[in-house]
């Protein structure tokens, strides 16, 4: 996974940017698929703004959020993209173990229209 990390208007520390590369990588256990990931920190009136977009392999996630403290912007983005993240794989995850269920019509036992299901 490529992580690109922009800061605007603010420098980020060595450490603060291990941090986030540390932190982002933990999302690849949800997906292999994810192909990059783009963080952009900036400060606007001593309030830290943190956005974190994730492009991966038919899907698009964004998180933004804000704090008067740096870690506590990026970890609130964070949270919320890997919020996000779990609620795309459940997603992913309960639409491919879907089986089409057979149409009962009135007057018909659940049992015939199963038989004719399975024989077609």
Do not use: W
Not at 34 to 51: D, M, N, S, T, W
Not at 65 to 82: G, I, N, P, Q, V
Not at 96 to 117: I, M
Request: with cysteine; glycine share 4%.
């Amino acid at each position: 996974m490529r992580i690109e990390i922009t800061a605007r208007s603010l420098d980020l520390t060595d450490s603060m940017r291990t941090h986030i590369e540390k932190r982002l990588l933990k999302l690849k256990r949800y997906f292999s698929s994810v192909l990059e990931c783009h963080v952009v920190a900036q400060v606007e009136r001593f309030i830290y703004k943190f956005e974190i977009t994730l492009h991966g392999n038919g899907f698009d996630l964004f998180a933004e959020a804000r704090s008067e403290d740096l870690h506590t912007a990026f970890e609130s983005a964070a949270d919320k993209m890997e919020r996000q993240v779990r609620k795309h794989k459940e997603k992913v995850r309960d639409h491919r173990g879907r089986k089409p269920e057979p149409q009962v019509a009135e007057g018909e036992e659940p049992d015939e229209v199963a038989e004719e299901y399975e024989g077609a």
